[in-house]
């Protein structure tokens, strides 16, 4: 929830005449994205959406994460086409921040998936890895296995004020995965933040993927794996098989696991939910309350590592063969 | 700045089946409008906008404000026109709320609005006073003259947390308003709420109104007192003239103010002005921080109680017959 920084009519004006979209119509703050500030955008041209990047999104990368969407949408992925600037470049500045449009995309996106979605995104996100493939950038994973460490280290002196306890259970959860992480996977572009708000669906068909800005290059399964996470579990914590299944079944109707991915599965899982639940347990601890920044409550990924914990092969989310 | 409920697509697909608008294709939630949860809506038919109605309104009063919408928009004021239900009706409920959904206005709401806007101000707020005279509803102003006495008692124990001495300066000021207040003047439809941010533009042209939630039935000149608060002082609290002049021409353009009225403005934005100071100050001491509920610095409008305390004729206003 957000827009952090309000834009007057004047200094939209003036961002809008580096565009070919003509004039100005109207614009809203809309209420959706954590890390920057949105607006639905009316120029004559028609509708789009104006993102403002505030100071969590660094700008060097820019350059990545709106090439990549060019890139993706110029192959057939439906996700937004940054809309060229009349110098050519996707990045503008306004209000003091760097700020890009984006085409508007239709479609809802499910409060509560159901496993025909579930396909759906995995075949959308198979589609994503292999049209990334020829992508010429590339960027690494600041939250990637050797980053939760450090991260760890700012919260584990406080983590038991989240749940007594905790700092001794996410200490053994952090260990068993670093070292059974996998050395080598096959890599390439990843969404890494593939959760239900970032896929829209009209009906039951699919209608197109946002919201790039943790895009990276990391395996392609971890990618899966943190889809397993978004989509898979119910609101009581409980793994939905079928769903499980109905997500691998679609990325593989694309692209199928190599034996080796599908073996990683597990520890790629737990893994991915330990990223969700050292970010948010860093952001639990250190926003303070009443920031405009949406603090979003650790415990539900703490609820899935001890889930994965159990699981011994991909099997047991729904994989087969 | 809101959305407060959120809704699932199979709840609000339902709530579309009862109108005449198409199938769903699109919503987002605005960061727009204090006191309810809004979404920018696309159906088959178009662009609305969903509102549902938080705590802070009165189910009551829904049919007084979409009626007068109606009947305004009927009657050529450019505002939201009510989308009717297939059942004739203009409110129905989602997610446990009362909704509705209104047609989308182009337009952008004025940040820094110049004089020329304050004209069109103006003259449209004189318009929507002369279409409002034949409206069959009425509504009493919860906010008048006679309602802030015991708001203040809530708040004035406090006030001098907000500055020293200022329960004492807002005393005085309230009990001299009182005593001048006006018996009678030309009542009828007031919006009671024309903030810049509820007043669309498409270049300097006024493109419509929007938020009726506070209309009402009450004086007026007491609606232009409030938009001389509204829209006529800096951003440094120092009140101007010219926007002033020009608000009230425009207004006068279209519904001449009688002897009275004009000789009553200065009570009257003293008034409107100790509205918003006892609401905000209210607000601002009672409503915990990091509620959703966008709190207002109360200090905005005392900083104008103190301007009008040395006012003695709407010649200083910017008034002329």
């Not at 950038?137 to 939250?143: D, I, K």
């Not at 800005?213 to 889809?227: E, G, P």
Request: glycine share 8%; hydrophobic share 45%.
């Amino acid at each position: 929830m957000a827009v952090y920084t309000d834009i007057t009519e004047t200094e939209l004006s003036a961002f809008l005449a580096e565009y070919e979209i003509g004039g100005l119509r109207s614009y809203r703050g809309i209420a959706e994205g954590s890390e920057n500030s949105n607006f639905v955008l009316h120029t004559e041209a028609g509708e789009f959406i104006l993102t403002l990047y505030e100071r969590r999104v660094d700008e060097a990368d820019l350059p990545f994460f709106l090439g990549l969407m060019q890139h993706l949408a110029k192959k057939g992925v439906s996700c937004p086409l940054p809309v060229e600037r009349r110098d050519g470049g996707l990045i503008g500045r306004l209000a003091g921040r760097p700020a890009a449009i984006i085409t508007f995309l239709e479609g809802i996106w499910m409060r509560r998936p159901a496993a025909v979605h579930c396909r759906e995104v995995g075949k959308a996100l198979a589609e994503l890895h292999l049209a990334g493939a020829d992508f010429p950038l590339s960027r690494q994973n600041s939250l990637s296995v050797k980053d939760w460490r450090p991260l760890w280290e700012q919260a584990c002196d406080r983590a038991d004020e989240v749940e007594p306890g905790l700092a001794t259970e996410i200490e053994a959860d952090l260990s068993a995965i670093e070292e059974s992480w996998p050395a080598r996977l096959p890599s390439g572009i990843v969404h890494a933040d593939l959760f239900p708000d970032n896929v829209f669906f009209l009906g039951e068909n699919l209608s197109g993927l946002i919201d790039f800005y943790f895009a990276c290059t990391d395996f392609l399964a971890y990618d899966l794996a943190t889809c397993l996470n978004a989509w898979c579990f119910e609101k009581d914590f409980s793994f939905n098989i079928t769903k499980g299944a109905a997500l691998i079944a679609g990325y593989q109707s694309v692209r199928p696991l190599a034996e080796a991915e599908a073996a990683a599965v597990p520890v790629l899982a737990r893994g991915s939910a330990m990223r969700f639940t050292l970010t948010r347990l860093y952001d639990w601890l250190t926003i303070p309350d009443g920031a405009l920044v949406q603090k979003r409550d650790p415990r539900d990924y703490i609820r899935r590592l001890r889930f994965h914990r159990g699981i011994s092969a991909a099997s047991q989310y729904g994989w087969t063969p």
